[in-house]
């Protein structure tokens, strides 16, 4: 298998259905500890909502399915997702449960002085569950992208992707991003093992070098791919080293792509990973080479590193096929910085 999605646009009513739980985001006015930050913006944050908005933003026809709670928060986080095109018609109000919110400090993710306080327990998505999600909904898309963010909320939105990611006629791609969160895992012994399990029964999977380190004592590009035979295409990112697709599957020689990644002047880490996925997904949908859907997931996630928030407009398509076609030594001479993405800024090289 390549990875390229069977149904045709004859089939679906949209090219990539997104599952998982969007929070509203409060964003620091100012670096330091959440206890001495005076002010903070408000914004919206989800893998899943971020992977559909950076897609429609593409010009694809996504769909985000979820349920927010019937509050003000809810109203703030479907008119923003719809306002980058996506379709949230399948997204369940919930009046019992509130919307999920989070406060983060500006500093990057993976150091030790960023703090995120989570105010998400109880929320309207975590009751998501295989008897309330319209699943007509979910199947009506080229591809299904899901990740392990949402099997971490409760026992019922981990019964909810058992349900989606099982063999059945019929079923979309599945894309899979393992998006392994610690402190969503706390008190669950079981976490690692359920984010392979579930990475192993999807189609396309997405997976950090280093989380796979963290959740299956996994070193290594080749040793995950051992750890992940079934998919018929997994992307090992290695953060500034680039990324590494394995393509083939089970009883099937491995195609073995490197891309290196780009050098960018980064303005805030967070969200990359998603839009490295977004910029993967779209490739693959327009049935690219497996050295073009990387190169496309690296401009996506250079895009957003050179913005303060997750989400950001992508380059334009032309703009972007331009430098994805750049041989080797080219491409390696790329330096991406804010404002790139604009029909009429010079990308520079060096």
Not at 10 to 17: E, G, K, M, Q
Not at 60 to 80: E, I, K, P, T
Not at 192 to 200: F, I, N, S, W, Y
Request: glycine letters at 10%.
């Amino acid at each position: 298998m390549s990875g390229t999605p069977a149904r045709t646009d004859a089939d679906a009513t949209a090219d990539v259905v997104c599952l998982g739980e969007s929070m509203v985001t409060f964003l620091p006015s100012q670096p330091g500890r959440l206890a001495d930050v005076p002010s903070f913006g408000r914004g919206i944050g989800g893998a899943e909502s971020n992977v559909a908005c950076a897609l429609a933003a593409a010009g694809h026809r996504a769909a985000w399915v979820s349920r927010v709670g019937a509050d003000g928060f809810g109203d703030h986080l479907v008119d923003a997702i719809s306002a980058y095109g996506v379709d949230t018609s399948a997204v369940r109000r919930d009046p019992a449960r509130p919307t999920g919110i989070y406060f983060r400090t500006a500093t990057d993710r993976g150091t030790d002085v960023h703090e995120v306080a989570y105010y998400r327990a109880g929320s309207a998505a975590s009751a998501m569950s295989p008897s309330n999600v319209p699943y007509e909904a979910l199947f009506a898309g080229r591809v299904m992208h899901l990740s392990g963010i949402t099997a971490a909320l409760s026992a019922d939105c981990l019964a909810l992707l058992h349900e989606l990611t099982a063999p059945r006629p019929g079923r979309p791609l599945v894309s899979f991003d393992v998006n392994h969160r610690p402190g969503l895992w706390r008190g669950a012994d079981a976490s690692p093992g359920v984010l392979l399990d579930l990475a192993r029964r999807a189609d396309l999977v997405f997976v950090g070098e280093d989380e796979a380190e963290e959740a299956w004592g996994v070193k290594g590009a080749d040793a995950i791919r051992e750890a992940l035979p079934e998919p018929a295409v997994v992307v090992v990112k290695r953060g500034a080293e680039g990324a590494t697709v394995f393509s083939g599957g089970p009883d099937l020689t491995d195609t073995v792509t490197d891309v290196p990644a780009l050098r960018v002047d980064v303005v805030a880490p967070v969200g990359a990973g998603d839009a490295f996925a977004a910029g993967f997904l779209s490739a693959t949908l327009r049935g690219l080479p497996v050295r073009d859907r990387a190169r496309h997931g690296h401009l996506m996630a250079a895009a957003v590193l050179t913005v303060p928030g997750d989400l950001t407009d992508p380059p334009a398509r032309d703009r972007a096929d331009l430098l994805v076609a750049l041989d080797d030594a080219a491409w390696g001479r790329l330096r991406l910085g804010p404002g790139w993405t604009g029909d009429d800024t010079e990308v520079r090289t060096t």
